[in-house]
């Protein structure tokens, strides 16, 4: 059975290159069912934001899905295709427009989102989905969520990376898993293009912890808290 006969879709999916692959999706969905997010924050919007708000939707519970893009055109045709499936809810679903900008962090500079346009009403994030920004902006483009977002992720949340089989994507997988002191379990997740499943639990002893800031320029700046003990 298609992935739009499980979701009951008017319309079939538009598989474009962007898109998540199908068999991911299936992954995410499953995730879904098992985890039971409340939260859920997704960067890169586009058919992924639709399949999981209906795989929401049938699951029929309470959430708050916040999907953040730095591109409004692309934004605007996920709302519309939201608005298609019937499934565009303000009260549940918020597309947050946010433009790439430089960010700092321990000296390197990543073009990320102007993360100051996020405006979550909930202190943890129980899934963090990571299909964006574009790869291609720059070295790790992907690596600031986990600072930015990182106090949000708490004992219980979870965080989907997709594309996990590029070179950048694996570097930034090992640096989260080194510098986040709560990831206690990382999986891979073999797909065409991959992807990196990381859960946050207890606090361990021998990873470095970085803090951001945001200065009066709007630039943000990681000091390191915490060296490694052994
Ligand atoms: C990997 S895509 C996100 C795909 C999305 N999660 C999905 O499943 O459809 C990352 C970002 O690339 C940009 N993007 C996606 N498709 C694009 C296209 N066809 N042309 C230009 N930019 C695109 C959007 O800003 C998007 O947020």
Not at 73 to 86: A, N, Q, V
Not at 90 to 107: A, H, M, N, R, Y
Not at 211 to 217: A, G, K, N, P, S
Request: glycine share 4%; hydrophobic share 35%; charged share 30%.
């Amino acid at each position: 059975m298609s992935i739009e006969q499980q979701l009951n879709l008017k319309f079939p999916i538009y598989w474009n290159d962007s898109a998540v692959e199908e068999k991911y999706l299936i992954y995410l969905i499953y995730k879904i069912i098992v985890n039971r997010p409340i939260n859920i924050v997704e960067l890169g919007s586009g058919i992924s934001s639709l399949v999981i708000i209906k795989t929401l939707e049938k699951l029929g519970y309470s959430y708050n899905f916040f999907s953040v893009d730095s591109d409004a055109l692309f934004l605007e045709e996920t709302k519309k295709m939201l608005i298609s499936e019937g499934v565009y809810d303000e009260k549940k679903v918020k597309l947050i427009f946010s433009p790439i900008t430089d960010i700092t962090i321990d000296g390197n500079i990543y073009k990320w989102y102007r993360w100051s346009d996020f405006n979550f009403n909930f202190e943890r994030i129980d899934l963090l989905f990571v299909d964006g920004p574009q790869g291609s902006l720059c070295k790790n483009a992907r690596y600031p969520a986990m600072h930015i977002l990182g106090k949000y992720l708490k004992k219980g949340s979870m965080v989907l990376l997709h594309d996990a089989k590029r070179e950048d994507e694996t570097e930034i997988v090992e640096s989260w898993e080194r510098e986040n002191l709560i990831v206690s379990r990382v999986y891979k997740i073999e797909t065409e293009r991959g992807g990196a499943e990381l859960h946050f639990d207890k606090p361990r002893q021998n990873h470095e912890k970085a803090t951001v800031f945001l200065d009066e320029d709007n630039q943000y700046k990681s000091e390191k808290h915490n060296k490694a003990k052994n």
